[in-house]
């Protein structure tokens, strides 16, 4: 069984920052991708980046420059730091993780979530 265990995410002013880590344990495959999506109130769930086994990295248009997704594959964990924060960044933040592909989205497993709020 696959569990991805988040850290990270609470409150931040406008143009700070912030990190996630993600852990995964259980089958994960040594081909595979683990990524962030985020849900903002009203909106639908959106990538925000993820990285493949390999290292390649998908980045939302909102977020480049200004988000950094990296991994250690030793650990199986994904990082996510956040800089220049913006209140449209504020949205319950997912890790997420593809098994047995190197692929950015239908992702096979979903953390609990983390709210990053981004006050103006």
């Known amino acids: 069984q696959v569990q991805l265990v988040e850290s990270g995410g609470g409150l931040v002013q406008a143009g700070g920052s912030l990190r996630f880590s993600c852990a995964a344990s259980?089958?994960?495959?040594?081909?595979?991708?683990m990524g962030w999506y985020r849900q903002a109130p009203g909106k639908q769930r959106e990538l925000v980046a993820a990285i493949t086994s390999g290292g390649s990295t998908n980045d939302a248009d909102s977020v480049k420059g200004r988000f950094t997704i990296s991994r250690d594959n030793a650990k199986n964990t994904v990082y996510l730091q956040m800089n220049s924060l913006k209140p449209e960044d504020t949205a319950v933040y997912y890790c997420t993780l593809r098994v047995g592909a190197e692929e950015y989205y239908g992702m096979d497993y979903w953390g609990k979530g983390t709210l990053v709020t981004v006050s103006s």
């Open positions: 259980g089958s994960i495959f040594s081909i595979n991708a």
